[in-house]
T-cell receptor
């Protein structure tokens, strides 16, 4: 039972354009969502997060949008840079006593071409 | 601040043996979570410790265990290793309450032969 799904295994974008990574979830108990970026042979790096009481959070080139009714979130990277090429994971937490437990999607490989 | 550190970075073990992995969280962080990453299953939650107590547990067999010390450092142990235990084991730390953001270490690559 995959509660967090990233349906696009890969995404290819030209440098300077927008990258949009998508994530769907099924568990309505999730109330906090995070995006991580991962390079090979390294641990995931935290990028940006959003609480379920918001529908948008922005940090520099990264914006996360949350649509609770559709149980969908997306990460926008504008403008995309070659250094953004990595695997991106979305993750969700149910809060309460589950603070320390993150449920991850399968990841999307982003390639930004110069 | 120093990041999360994990030792060792690489490990090769034989089926049936046991292994202990270590994690030192970011200073001031009281929660340590462990995850297993494999190509087939992705990133899966193993367990989380907060103030030396296991607060959450994932769906892994009892061969997987952990503990946390008073300085928040954590260890995880896998007994009776199986080939399928070959994976990248990641440790993450967070402030603990109620912070959701977790910061990951570089991982320990375990190979079981």
């Amino acid at each position: 039972d995959q509660q967090v799904k990233q349906n696009s295994p890969s995404l290819s974008v030209q440098e300077g354009r927008i990258s949009i990574l998508n994530c769907d979830y099924t568990n309505s108990m999730f109330d906090y969502f995070l995006w991580y970026k991962k390079y090979p042979a390294e641990g995931p790096t935290f990028l940006i997060s959003i609480s379920s009481i918001k529908d948008k959070n922005e940090d520099g080139r990264f914006t996360v949008f949350l649509n609770k009714s559709a149980k969908h979130l997306s990460l926008h990277i504008v403008p995309s840079q070659p250094g953004d090429s990595a695997v991106y994971f979305c993750a969700a937490s149910a809060g309460g006593t589950s603070y320390g437990k993150l449920t991850f999607g399968q990841g999307t490989i982003l390639t930004v071409h110069p | 601040k120093a990041g999360v550190t994990q030792t060792p970075r690489y490990l090769i073990k034989t089926r049936g043996q046991q292994v202990t992995l270590s994690c030192s969280p970011i200073s001031g962080h009281r929660s340590v979570s462990w995850y297993q990453q494999t190509p087939g299953q992705g990133l899966q939650f193993l367990f989380e410790y907060f103030s030396e107590t296991q607060r959450n547990k994932g769906n892994f067999p009892g061969r997987f265990s952990g503990r946390q010390f008073s300085n928040s450092r954590s260890e995880m142990n896998v007994s009776t290793l199986e080939l399928g235990d070959s994976a990248l084991y990641l440790c993450a730390s967070s402030i603990g309450t109620p912070a959701y953001e977790q910061y990951f270490g570089p991982g320990t690559r375990l190979t079981v032969t």
